[in-house]
């Protein structure tokens, strides 16, 4: 394993055990260092800090162990097994109403650049990193002993999340098994998941718990879900018998998977609208009064801090047109999962836009992503999922 040592007034950040090296950080690398070797991290004297995955990037090394922590052939096991105890632990692994969970979430489960998602007896992983692409045999055998014989397909989704250089050299594909179309269900309600050509992983789970809180507020409500995707917040609307839910989203291959999901759980059609339009257009357009509750679920608005600013001003736009259409006494779920966006940034947005609505809003709750998506306490970047629950007067 290579070495990379760090400049003596870099090093606070790692003994903090925050789990990114930036590039400035790096006093020497060994020649010929090539993206995704593991190495070897030293201070200026020699003293050995962990280990990780180089990158030639901003963020130059991604660490997944730290000082008294040496890379052993038990690593991935233990890592995935220690995840596994996780999700066990809050009764997503036996739940009975639902078969989908996050098992892995990068730095979170001190695996920074991975993802793993579990649909059922699939699991899908995602690297964000070449590092841990090149792991994913290793990955895949530690999933399979994790699981002891219950997973019956393992899928690697990680072309669209890697660098450029290996997006040339890495495509989507099975590990193990064929099926690309499976069914999962959450809260008893099921969900068609196409593993090739779905968003992310296959679907959302980070809403989960949020989904559930919806179909609360739903009973004899006229609810809009703009930026529905295949329609989660929507089906959550239906099972919590709103009067009529309106799903609105620019992509017609997810409105057509929603419709299936539709039929899939025997819901009742007329109670429900899909709509193929730009979401922003809808909200735009649409007239005054029609809706009791509306869902704000954007894509992220930001990957970027160059982007920042714009992300805040759509946020603001949207918001200030849910504000002024919605219903009084009107119930407006809100979120954002642009990580650059922080929490406080989300929350001075949405208050800049209730302020030029002219109406009374009240927080009825602040939303977050699941906890099958832990946040490391030392890395507060993991906390990019964030919701208000409004009641706007």
């Not at 036996?94 to 001190?110: I, S």
């Not at 509750?293 to 990957?303: C, E, G, M, N, S």
């Not at 929350?347 to 699941?370: D, F, M, P, W």
């Amino acid at each position: 394993m290579k070495r990379v040592i760090i400049h003596h007034n870099k090093t606070s950040s790692i003994y903090r055990k925050h789990p990114w090296i930036f590039s400035g950080a790096l006093k020497y690398k060994e020649p010929n260092l090539q993206e995704g070797e593991m190495v070897e991290i030293y201070d200026s004297k020699s003293k050995y800090l962990g280990f990780g995955h180089y990158q030639p990037f901003n963020i130059a090394i991604k660490i997944l162990g730290f000082c008294d922590n040496k890379y052993n052939d038990q690593f991935w096991f233990d890592s995935i097994s220690n995840a596994y105890k996780l999700r066990a632990g809050i009764g997503l692994t036996r739940h009975e109403k639902t078969n989908a969970y996050r098992l892995v979430h990068g730095e979170g489960d001190l695996l920074p650049g991975l993802i793993i998602d579990i649909y059922d007896q699939t699991a899908v992983i995602q690297c964000h990193s070449i590092g841990m692409n090149l792991m994913v045999n290793e990955i895949s055998d530690a999933l399979l002993k994790t699981y002891d014989g219950k997973l019956q397909q393992i899928f690697n989704k990680s072309k669209e999340t890697l660098s450029s250089h290996g997006t040339d050299l890495y495509n989507n594909g099975f590990i193990i098994g064929n099926q690309d179309c499976i069914l999962i269900k959450e809260n008893n309600i099921q969900f068609e998941i196409h593993l090739q050509d779905s968003q992310k992983t296959g679907f959302f789970l980070d809403q989960r718990e949020n989904r559930s809180l919806l179909m609360d507020y739903s009973f004899n409500k006229a609810v809009l879900n703009t930026f529905c995707y295949t329609g989660g917040f929507s089906l959550y609307a239906l099972k919590g018998n709103c009067i009529q839910v309106d799903s609105v989203d620019s992509s017609s291959k997810a409105i057509q998977q929603l419709q299936n999901n539709i039929i899939l759980n025997s819901y009742n059609n007329k109670n429900h609208q899909s709509i193929c339009d730009d979401a922003i257009h809808y909200l735009n357009s649409m007239s005054t009064g029609l809706y009791d509750l509306i869902v704000l679920d954007p894509p992220a608005f930001a990957k970027n801090i160059s982007k920042r600013h714009n992300a805040i001003q759509a946020y603001k736009r949207i918001n200030l047109m849910a504000m002024l259409k919605i219903k009084s006494k009107g119930i407006l779920f809100t979120f954002s999962c642009s990580q650059v966006v922080t929490e406080e940034l989300f929350y001075n947005t949405i208050i800049a836009a209730g302020i030029e609505s002219g109406r009374k809003v009240r927080i009825l709750h602040k939303l977050h992503q699941g906890p099958d998506h832990p946040i490391n306490l030392y890395h507060p970047e993991g906390s990019y999922l964030k919701g208000l629950v409004l009641e706007v007067d």
